[in-house]
């Protein structure tokens, strides 16, 4: 066979693979239990893995402006030890039992999981009910992990190139809403709060009738659902009301602009549009629109403003999902000797592009195929799948959305792609911020 049909016949064998892999459904139970605990279990038995993930729905989102930064804490003091687990050693009893653990905190939930192998499903599932229940908050976990949490600030925010360009783009675009700070919050804040409010921060939010308990991969069922009884059906409800912000931030009517110097080389240019919270139609139609936009060499912003002007090395675009409306990110680094205003205008032409040219069908079959495969590529591993039906659950509650969500993407049209970006992608929607090297000020 020649090397041409031996590539022919190979991305033929790709297409069917991945259409069958899209096509297979994703079967799962769920059930709640008397505290409110929402349970899921999904069976691979394929390999000897198991993914125990706990989704709290608690974000940045849900602290008061003056005590910012409360959910990422927790984030890192979930991990000092409970009463069971002596301090410190949350991590090596996981990795001595084979397994790894990690968190990660959004302004709308924060996401804990522990992978293990399949005969160590007890262990993982005592180790997060555990921090559940038996928490370890005491001033000795705390003064810790204000140390911990500071430098983590300082090294990825304060001292980092462009570290502050999400916190400063979220609080230029926002003026009232809770999304106008970001999880890692203020350490200013983080030292002034007591352990008292630490104490009653964990004992709203951290309750089995505020979490989702989402397990996936080599498990039996009918045994699993006995272990999550054993470990968390003694658990208490919480009773304390869980706080849901109401606040509408109101509809930009003139563009921001703002000008941030930082210790960096090359300007970057920062536009931020509003855009619907995730789960709308809008957005699996801003969705695609930054796929095009931005996804991959051939994209249009990479081919024109990179490749072919050359007045960036980097440009793309990033709708940031978000429970409540959130915001398409178009973000570019300047070349030598570019100005940032040109940058701008480059940016600001492909995006009058896509507002006055319909894709052609070869451009949209191209990125409805790039959508499908992100798809399933986000639910290959039992990590991820854990973690999109947790997801799913938690926002919508559907879980069944990650067998069925691909068809709101693949319902998008041509004229839904121009619509939003002639609707949203406006000057009076958004905030633009230049960062430009300290050295000019």
């Known amino acids: 066979m020649s090397s041409f049909k031996k590539v022919i016949a190979l991305a033929a064998m790709f297409c069917i693979s991945s259409i069958a892999l899209a096509q297979s459904k994703i079967d799962f139970t769920e059930f709640d239990l008397p505290n409110g605990l929402h349970v899921i279990l999904h069976q691979d038995n394929s390999t000897p893995i198991v993914a125990v993930t706990t989704s709290y729905h608690v974000g940045s989102k849900n602290e008061s402006p003056n005590r910012t930064g409360f959910a990422h804490f927790f984030e890192h003091l979930m991990f000092e030890g409970s009463e069971n687990i002596p301090r410190g050693q949350f991590d090596k009893i996981a990795m001595n039992a084979g397994g790894q653990i990690n968190a990660n905190t959004g302004w709308d939930r924060t996401f804990y999981y522990i992978l293990v192998p399949s005969n160590q499903l007890e262990l993982g599932l005592w180790m997060e009910s555990e921090r559940l229940l038996h928490l370890r908050i005491d001033s000795t976990g705390v003064e810790t992990q204000r140390r911990v949490v500071k430098e983590e600030r300082k090294q990825s925010y304060d001292n980092r190139p462009y570290g502050s360009l999400i916190e400063k783009t979220f609080s230029t675009a926002y003026t009232k809403h809770p999304y106008r700070w970001t999880p890692i919050g203020s350490a200013q804040y983080i030292d002034e709060a007591t352990l ?12 089995p009738n505020n979490a989702v308990l989402s397990i996936a991969g080599d498990i039996d069922p009918v045994k699993t659902k006995e272990l999550v009884t054993k470990y968390y059906a003694d658990i208490p409800k919480g009773t304390k009301e869980i706080y849901r912000p109401s606040i509408v931030e109101p509809k930009q009517t003139a563009e921001v602009r703002d000008t941030v110097f930082d210790n960096i080389q090359l300007p970057a240019v920062v536009q931020a549009y509003h855009m619907p919270a995730m789960g709308t139609p809008d957005y699996y139609a801003l969705s695609m629109l930054t796929t095009l936009l931005s996804d991959g060499e051939s994209s249009r912003l990479n081919k024109s403003i990179v490749d072919k002007q050359q007045k960036a090395l980097f440009v793309g675009s990033f709708p940031i999902p978000l429970e409540e409306p959130g915001l398409f990110l178009v973000f570019g680094i300047v070349n030598m000797g570019i100005d940032p205003a040109d940058l701008e205008a480059a940016v600001d032409a492909e995006i009058k592009r896509a507002q006055t ?24 591993t039992m990590a991820g799948i854990a973690e999109s039906l947790s997801d799913y659950r938690l926002y919508f ?20 792609i121009m619509r939003v970006a002639n609707q949203y992608l406006t000057r009076d929607n958004r905030a633009v911020l230049y960062y430009l090297p300290k050295q000019s000020q």
Do not use: Q
């Open 196 to 207: 008292e409010e630490f104490v009653e921060f964990h004992s709203i939010f951290y309750v």
């Open 397 to 416: 509650g559907d879980a069944n959305l990650i067998n069925t969500e691909i068809d709101k993407y693949m319902g998008v049209t041509k004229a839904d």
């Open 357 to 380: 040219e319909e894709l052609n069908d070869r451009e949209f079959e191209k990125l409805r195929n790039k959508i499908e495969n992100d798809f399933v590529s986000r639910n290959s």
